[in-house]
């Protein structure tokens, strides 16, 4: 065994079945749990002015979106009082990003989020900012809780790369879930080192990618100027959210319906098999805050 996978597994032994229990603090709101007789709310914002002429997000209306976002989720005075609601001084952060070198979480976006929980009195050394390398980040081996944000794009083994395959970096053989189209992704969700600890998902639909081919398609031609962000405790109603949108926008490019291939059935799947939360519109709470020309829902 190398040292990398010996340090997997150390890491996940270590985490133990107490994280199952020691992530929430009974401070978090009750949306956090989706539980099954509530909706879950999604709030999607938008903003015209968010992207510049290259396609950089503006950091002052990133932030501005982002914190507007959260305060209406939390039903908050502001921001400092809503992210009071999720984190607490003595929680230790994991801020799981996504680094694809063609559409990766915008750095403005993690370093606000980072601002927000040192002022609720997170010290900055109990923050930690990763993806690919979170089993073998020691602050990532002793967070209390997790901040989920990453873009929409099409994918080749999941058809959508979503929130809830965001955490496919937390198990030691990624591929091992890509069978089935990743059908059954929702089952990270449920490790000892996970399950609980998630306060809030952020879904970047800034400029979405929403058509390719091949594992790591990409091509400027199928991403469009959405200048949006979807936010929400549970991670199955805003992908299905965000599906809907990409769904929406690849019946307008293509002038008929064509469906994501191979079909996102992982984002179902997690509702009707996996319980983690809701991907059926009827228990969704969309909230729609901001620019609303062409949100395509």
Known sequence: MNDGSRGRREFIKACGAAAALGALHLSLPEGLLALPKKKSRVILIRDEHVLDRLNKPRSDVLARMFDDAVVKLCEAKDAKSAWQTMIAPDDRVGIKTNVW???????????????????????????????????????????????????????????????????????????????????????????????????LNVLVMLTPLFHGSGPHHYDPKYIWRYNGLLV??????????GARIIEAKRRAYFGEHRPINPPPKH???????????????????LIRLGWKEDDLL
Do not use: Q
């Open 267 to 285: 984002i179902a799947l997690a509702e009707t098999r996996h319980g983690l939360g809701h991907a059926d519109p009827a228990r969704i709470e």
């Open 232 to 241: 929400g405790f549970d991670p199955v109603a805003v992908d299905a959210v």
């Open 101 to 199: 070198r063609y559409l990766r979480t915008p750095v403005a976006l993690e370093r606000h989020a980072a601002k927000r929980i040192t002022e609720v009195g997170v010290p900055e050394d109990h923050i930690a900012v990763d993806d690919r390398g979170v089993l073998g980040n020691e602050g990532f081996e002793k967070a209390t809780a997790l901040i989920n944000m990453r873009p929409m794009r099409t994918h080749h083994w999941s058809g959508l790369g979503t929130l809830i395959k965001n955490y496919i970096m937390f198990v030691e053989r990624p591929a091992e879930l890509h069978g089935d189209s990743c059908a059954d992704l929702a089952t990270v969700w449920k490790l000892p080192h996970v399950i609980g600890r998630t306060r």
